[in-house]
């Protein structure tokens, strides 16, 4: 049984490099009673695999209790997108608080979840915490982390922006459905089942794509969108087929 009142960390670990990791991640680390690591089923192993290898590296033996849970699924009954990632969500912080009440030790209160990339970016880590607020008496500390923009941007050694000039951080279903936004020339693009590139004109398009950005098995292609679109399409599904999961990001610019 838990403490009334929660101390819960969201602490950014970049990509799945334990080099990534920031000093202040592992002090905050190092300082929890139970660390939760979500399970997202058969094909997916090597992302909690990954989570505890970084824990084993950085936590000092005999470290925090760590507990493996299994995520639950979007309902595809619910046909609006909005309306199906917050019923998930809502699913998701139940049994977050499920897990912490069977599995915090008792006069303990330090909770951490280890968080990919960041929590700030295109993460919903921190929409769940608010939700647990509901349920238990939670105050939320986040330690933010190296992203995978960063990690794609060092991965080609490249800017992330032209002097002076505005980018976009976005999705490939916004990409998809709206186009290229107007407000920009350089645009990153996350989240992204789809190779969503194809659905923009290439001409004058260059793009820089990583898979896998900032880890041993990186895979980077980059040059113009026109020539480059079928390798990037190719590599991307042998990757996946080899490792069973796939996370990769592009940055796109107009010339």
Same mark, same amino acid.
């Given at each position: 049984?838990c403490?009334?009142?929660?101390?819960?960390?969201?602490?950014?670990?970049g990509?799945?490099?334990?080099?990534?990791? &920031?000093?202040?991640?592992?002090?905050?680390?190092?300082?929890?009673?139970?660390?939760?690591?979500?399970?997202?089923?058969?094909?997916k192993?090597?992302?909690?695999?990954?989570?505890?290898?970084?824990?084993?590296?950085?936590?000092?033996?005999?470290?925090? $209790?760590?507990?493996? #849970?299994?995520?639950?699924?979007?309902?595809?009954?619910?046909?609006?997108? $909005?309306?199906?990632?917050?019923?998930?969500?809502?699913?998701?912080?139940?049994?977050?608080?499920?897990?912490?009440?069977?599995?915090?030790?008792?006069?303990?209160?330090?909770? =951490? #979840?280890?968080?990919? =990339?960041?929590?700030?970016?295109? +993460?919903?880590?921190m929409?769940?915490?608010?939700?647990?607020?509901?349920?238990?008496?939670?105050?939320? $500390?986040?330690?933010?982390?190296?992203?995978?923009?960063q990690?794609?941007?060092?991965a080609?050694?490249?800017?992330?922006?032209?002097?002076?000039?505005? #980018?976009?951080?976005?999705?490939?279903?916004?990409?998809?459905?709206? =186009?290229?936004?107007?407000?920009? +020339?350089?645009?990153?693009i996350?989240?992204?089942?789809?190779?969503? #590139?194809?659905?923009?004109?290439?001409?004058?398009?260059?793009?820089?794509?990583?898979?896998?950005?900032?880890?041993?098995?990186?895979?980077?292609?980059?040059?113009?969108?026109?020539?480059? &679109?079928?390798?990037?399409?190719?590599?991307?599904?042998?990757?996946?087929?080899?490792?069973?999961?796939?996370?990769?990001?592009?940055?796109?610019?107009?010339?």
């Amino acid at each position: 049984m838990c403490n009334a009142g929660i101390e819960l960390s969201l602490i950014g670990i970049g990509t799945g490099n334990p080099e990534h990791l &920031t000093l202040e991640a592992v002090r905050a680390l190092n300082a929890l009673d139970l660390i939760l690591i979500p399970n997202k089923g058969s094909g997916k192993d090597d992302l909690a695999g990954l989570r505890q290898a970084i824990c084993a590296d950085v936590i000092p033996a005999p470290g925090p $209790k760590i507990v493996e #849970f299994d995520l639950p699924l979007r309902d595809p009954a619910i046909k609006d997108y $909005k309306a199906r990632v917050d019923h998930w969500h809502d699913a998701i912080a139940q049994v977050w608080i499920e897990t912490i009440r069977s599995h915090l030790p008792e006069g303990s209160a330090r909770v =951490g #979840f280890l968080v990919w =990339g960041d929590p700030s970016l295109y +993460d919903s880590t921190m929409r769940i915490a608010e939700r647990l607020k509901s349920k238990q008496e939670i105050a939320l $500390k986040v330690i933010p982390g190296i992203t995978s923009i960063q990690a794609l941007t060092a991965a080609h050694a490249i800017p992330l922006n032209e002097i002076g000039a505005p #980018f976009i951080v976005t999705t490939g279903r916004q990409l998809r459905e709206n =186009g290229w936004p107007d407000s920009a +020339d350089t645009v990153v693009i996350m989240l992204d089942g789809e190779c969503s #590139f194809q659905a923009i004109d290439p001409t004058g398009v260059e793009i820089w794509w990583s898979a896998y950005a900032g880890m041993e098995n990186q895979i980077s292609v980059s040059g113009p969108l026109a020539e480059v &679109t079928a390798e990037i399409i190719e590599t991307r599904a042998q990757a996946r087929a080899d490792h069973g999961w796939i996370m990769d990001i592009y940055l796109l610019r107009r010339s």
